[in-house]
């Protein structure tokens, strides 16, 4: 993982609307144009105290993971992938006692620190 592109972020994409059926507030995340998804459903990916939220996404091109301070909507780039191997977009899971995520990788069971972004390998 090349660090210079680990550190890279992105302002702000939020947007707060109500919905008009039953007028609960809806909070979209994302705007830019790429397949974004987002575990929470099966896989609960909330960490920072419940701040931020995990999800993945081919932003210019390439799968990765990025996380998403819910308050400001900024977003940051969690790991740096090579875009020649295959990370299973579906395939992640948060640790529920820490703040690490584990993902899939083209053959490799990975792990990612959220606090430190350190990815390591655990099986292959």
């Known amino acids: 993982m090349a660090k210079s592109r ?27 144009r790429a397949h974004t998804h987002h575990p929470y459903f099966t896989y609960p990916c909330w960490y920072d105290g419940g701040r931020k939220l995990v999800v993945v996404s081919d932003r210019e091109n390439r799968v990765n993971l990025f996380g998403i301070d819910i308050d400001t909507g900024a977003i940051r780039l969690l790991t740096d992938l090579d875009p020649g191997k ?16 584990l993902f899939s990788y083209d053959d490799t069971l990975m792990l990612l620190d959220l606090a430190t972004r350190a990815c390591r390998p655990l099986m292959k």
Not at 6 to 32: F, K
Not at 86 to 101: Q, S
């Open 86 to 101: 295959t990370l299973h977009r579906l395939c992640i899971a948060k640790n529920p006692v820490r703040d690490e995520i």
């Open 6 to 32: 680990a550190r890279r972020r992105w302002p702000s994409e939020m947007t707060i609307g109500t919905d008009p059926v039953s007028g609960a507030t809806v909070r979209q995340l994302t705007s830019y």
